[in-house]
């Protein structure tokens, strides 16, 4: 099995800073892309940021030039550091990973998996 548990929400005034965490855990053989995703009340799930295996990077426009992502391929895991932070990107913020997982000691199927959620919340 598969796992992902974010960490690192929480309330920041605007202007401020927060670093968001996800480990990824359980039988992977690989991780290909992983992302992270955001939904505020009422709207729908939109990707913020996503990183490939290789690094390469692509960012929401509105979050460009404030947010970072990045991932360490060594501990399975993908940050996204949050600066500038203003009262619009308060949502709950979703871990996303494309896993490929162990079969009979080798590569197995691919799945898509997500975190549970943290919430961050941007106060004026």
């Known amino acids: 099995q598969v796992q992902l548990v974010e960490s690192g929400g929480g309330l920041v005034q605007a202007g401020g800073s927060l670093r968001l965490s996800c480990a990824a855990s359980g039988s992977i053989f690989s991780i290909n892309v992983m992302g992270w995703y955001r939904q505020a009340p009422g709207k729908q799930r939109e990707l913020v940021a996503g990183?490939?295996?290789?690094?390469?990077?692509n960012y929401a426009d509105s979050v460009k030039g404030r947010f970072t992502i990045s991932r360490d391929n060594a501990k399975n895991t993908v940050y996204l550091q949050m600066n500038s932070l203003k009262p619009e990107d308060t949502a709950v913020y979703y871990c996303?990973?494309?896993?490929?997982?162990?079969?009979?000691?080798?590569?197995?199927?691919?799945?898509?998996?997500w975190g549970q959620g943290t919430q961050v919340t941007v106060s004026s």
């Open positions: 996303n990973a494309d896993i490929v997982r162990y079969y009979r000691g080798g590569r197995g199927d691919t799945g898509d998996y």
């Open positions: 990183i490939t295996s290789g690094g390469s990077t």
